[in-house]
């Protein structure tokens, strides 16, 4: 039987208490994370002591992704009058053996009427402009992207230059020296008002003005194969208005090949403005590197076989698709197999285990993951035009082409017709791909390699950030 549970704010520790004989084990388990207890006592009582942060693929020790949990103790009953308790730096509550942890954030800003209120008064800021950087990537669910490596290079040549980081919550690895602010949070809202550029990779969130001498760099994150904003199918005033105003903010657009800077100024009614195509930042480690570092931190051997699937998201679908059984596929290939669902899919999800599988959704770099695998499973990510940076095998599953193409989005170009690598529908079929000679298709790699990665030099964040120095974006 469970009699109390109390948490530790210094060491932000959850403690259950019992009555009867010690159990064997205990768990804390999220869709993201667990965490095992520490359980001390004999005899009549014992204690389960849940330390609430974690290390996820040896990286460091972070608070415990916001989300619903579990308390997971065999044999033994959890009441359900556990009370709630605030913890510094998270917030829980428990029922039972049910868990929440909750974003560091004051619950004052999160009423509808507080948050108006915060973002007027940053909106009307007026304090002078910071020489400093606010990064976000994909709505702060990671530190990534173009992002980090732009921020990495600007580390290096302007090290004085201040780095927020916007991030969901404290979960969310960020780089050496920089700051995370949680969003919604006040000092989320003043780093990005003082802050003289914002470096983002995807749309900007919640209101937003820009003030005077302030600068905004979208990156964006994929050259793209499908339809967007104003190329999507059916007019819908009230969407063009919003992708006009949301283009109308920046002030230079990334882009990593002349290709992708027509479709995206288009897209975005982005034209007659500054468009700078320099190759993507995020993929100087695919010249540059050769994986061994984000082998040795997954536990992965030099010699092993490593696939990695990467799926786009689905507009009519939370999670990510179920076209691969990755336990099945790594007993098929003898391979490694990494699960990396698209950024949309990591709050809504879970992740995937079985043996040999890794689900590295969450990991903060797609390009570190990538350089460490020896051939690329996706459909209609655009990850394929960076992972064939490295020359290296991909294989295109789309049991659901006729679909995606004709309802969902539709495509710039025909997949079928130029695609790098096998195009294949069913688990049996990918199998028998991945076992054929890549050489094949050797002729396609080299015409869409130099379509697509004519930029790709491993010298693409230096150029980069040697334009927003240049322009003075921020000061040395």
């Known amino acids: 039987m469970i009699a109390t549970a109390e948490l530790d704010a210094a060491e932000e520790i959850l403690i259950i208490a019992g009555e009867g004989e010690r159990p064997a084990r205990a768990s804390l388990v999220g869709a993201r994370a667990r965490v095992e207890a520490r359980l001390t ?80 008064r940053y909106a009307a800021h007026t304090a002078p402009l910071e020489n400093a950087v606010f990064f976000e990537s994909f709505y702060g669910r990671v530190a990534g992207c173009n992002p980090l490596a732009i921020d990495r290079e600007l580390a290096r040549v302007a090290p004085d230059v201040v780095r927020y980081w916007s991030v969901v919550d404290l979960s969310v690895e960020v780089p050496d020296g920089a700051i995370p602010v949680v969003e919604g949070s006040a000092a989320w809202w003043r780093a990005r008002s003082a802050a003289r550029l914002l470096v983002v990779n995807d749309w900007l969130r919640r209101l937003f003005v820009r003030r005077p001498g302030q600068r905004v760099l979208q990156t964006w994150h994929g050259t793209p194969l499908k339809r967007l904003a104003l190329h999507r199918r059916g007019f819908a005033p009230r969407r063009w208005g919003a992708i006009v105003k949301e283009s109308r903010r920046w002030d230079a657009l990334l882009a990593q090949n002349p290709y992708a800077a027509r479709i995206l100024a288009k897209a975005y009614a982005f034209l007659g403005r500054p468009v700078w195509v320099e190759g993507y930042p995020r993929n ?30 689905r507009d009519d679908r939370e999670q990510m698709v179920d076209f691969v059984d990755p336990a099945l596929l790594a007993e098929q290939t003898g391979s490694v197999v990494l699960v990396r669902g698209h950024t949309r899919t990591l709050q809504p999800g879970r992740d995937t285990s079985g043996p040999r599988v890794i689900d590295v959704t969450g990991f903060p770099d797609t390009s570190s993951l990538l350089v460490a695998a020896d051939a ?101």
């Open 376 to 476: 690329l499973i996706t459909d209609y990510s655009s990850v394929m035009f960076d992972f064939s940076v490295t020359g290296k095998p991909m294989i295109f599953l789309v049991p659901d082409l006729e679909h995606y193409r004709g309802e969902l989005r539709g495509f710039y170009f025909d997949l079928v017709e130029r695609a790098p690598g096998p195009v294949v529908r069913t688990q049996e079929e990918l199998v028998d791909a991945l076992a054929e000679d890549p050489s094949a298709y050797a002729g396609r790699y080299a015409s869409w390699r130099a379509r697509f990665n004519a930029r790709e030099d491993g010298r693409a964040a230096e150029r980069v950030v040697a334009r927003i120095l240049d322009q003075g974006f921020v000061a040395r």
């Open 284 to 313: 100087d480690v695919l010249v540059t590197g050769d994986g061994g570092a984000t082998r040795e931190r997954l536990g992965i051997a030099a010699d092993e076989r490593v696939l990695i699937y990467a799926p786009t998201w």
């Open 41 to 120: 006592g004999r005899g009549k009582t014992w204690k389960a002591r849940f330390a609430l942060r974690a290390s996820r693929w040896n990286g460091p020790e972070l608070p415990l992704p916001a989300g619903e949990y579990r308390i997971e103790i065999p044999g033994a009953e959890i009441a359900d009058d556990i009370p709630m308790t605030v913890l510094t730096g998270l917030r829980i509550s428990t029922s039972g053996s049910d868990v929440v942890v909750g974003p560091p954030v004051d619950p004052e800003l999160e009423t509808r009427e507080a948050a108006l209120a915060v973002e007027r």
